[in-house]
């Protein structure tokens, strides 16, 4: 059992490391974090797309090393393992937009396409993914030709606030974890409102602060960390993004936490793989470690001195490490929440 998952594991390093080796991107990571300088959110909501390009530029192949394919949360029921979770997750979220095979749906904020290549097979929809970075829609097309979905699949470049698609496209439209990038909710969501068919769904899990949050310095910190870490111009309430969705026209079906479901029981929440482990086969966990939290910066400072990953990545290691802190704070505190469910149709008129 264990060595195959450090086989694993050292396949998905070299991997990692090849590909930081020949990067070109992580020079990115002085002018993100000038662009994250500072409490007001009026610069960065204006200088939204750079700022979320330059960080999937700086973060993609983080994610994928540590994380996986699927750039989300999900809580971990018992008997899953993490990558069940994560899939039982998006079927949910796709089973909410009840489509048939062959009907056109849209990821919107796709990522790399994981989500994206799981919901294809499981609908046998045909699902266009869109991200405003050039980088994920190479990797995330390279994936769905050598995982054999390319027929159900496809990465496009594009901005959400700005969707590149005539209106009435789509017979359905997803986001996981995505639009909370948006610097104007009612916006964004008026856009897949326009590019959406009469009659369709709309099904979302939005990143949010929940009643929980105080304004305490606690959690003043937490979101701040969220933000930075994680690439987002500003992190609002659910009744913020809630009243948006009303506000672009949708008739809300449901609104809720999915963080609050409980059935817990031999499982986890989904703020547990960014609490710190010392169990060094309990990864991302293991890294949030004292120790490794110190050493991580240093090692790749290290790799950075003989050019075996270029001049950026322990910066943007610091700054992704930040915003696993700042997570795991919002789910310990339960001022955060990953997973706020909306679930809209567009009026038949």
């Known amino acids: 059992m264990v060595a195959p998952i450090c086989a694993n594991g050292l396949k998905l390093t070299v991997r990692f490391l090849s590909s930081l080796s020949t990067s070109k991107k992580h020079g990115r990571i002085d002018g993100y974090n000038k662009l994250q300088e500072g409490d007001d959110a009026g610069e960065r909501n204006t200088e939204y797309a750079a700022l979320v390009d330059s960080y999937y530029d700086l973060a993609t192949e983080f994610y994928e090393w540590g994380w996986g394919a699927c750039f989300h949360f999900a809580d971990r029921r018992g008997g899953e393992t993490f990558a069940q979770s994560l899939l039982r997750h998006e079927y949910y979220l796709a089973s909410r937009l009840a489509v048939s095979a062959g009907a056109k749906v849209l990821d919107c904020g796709c990522g790399i396409g994981g989500p994206m290549r799981n919901i294809a097979r499981f609908t046998r929809a045909q699902v266009t993914g869109i991200t405003i970075n050039q980088f994920q ?64 769904t709309f099904a979302c899990y939005e990143w949010c602060l929940t009643d929980a949050y105080d304004g305490s310095e606690r959690h003043k910190k937490l979101k701040k960390d969220i933000e930075v870490g994680d690439g987002l111009p500003d992190l609002c309430h659910t009744s913020v993004c809630t009243a948006a ?41 293991f890294q949030f470690n004292p120790v490794m939290y110190f050493l991580m910066p240093k090692i790749l400072s290290f790799f950075e001195l003989i050019r075996l990953v270029p001049a950026g990545t322990s910066k943007t290691q610091v700054m992704l490490q930040a915003g696993g802190v700042g997570c795991a704070e919002g789910g310990i505190t339960g001022a955060f929440t990953p997973m706020w469910l909306m679930v809209a149709k567009k009026p038949l008129k």
């Not at 901005?159 to 009612?186: K, N």
């Not at 079906?253 to 817990?264: K, S, W």
């Not at 031999?266 to 703020?271: A, K, M, N, Y």
Request: proline fraction near 9%; hydrophobic fraction near 40%.
């Open 245 to 285: 969705l009303e506000a672009a026209g949708f008739d809300v079906v449901e609104a809720r936490d999915c963080a609050a479901d409980g059935m817990l029981d031999g499982g986890d929440p989904w703020h547990m793989p960014l609490v710190p482990s010392w169990h060094p086969l309990k990864w991302p966990r």
């Open 137 to 200: 829609v190479d990797r995330g097309n390279a994936l769905c030709a050598s995982e054999g979905v390319a027929h159900l699949a496809k990465s496009v470049q594009g901005d959400f606030m700005a969707l590149p698609f005539p209106e009435a496209s789509f017979d359905g439209v997803y986001a996981i974890e995505a639009t909370c990038h948006a610097p104007d909710r009612a916006k964004c969501y008026g856009e897949i409102y326009r590019v959406l068919k009469p009659g369709a």
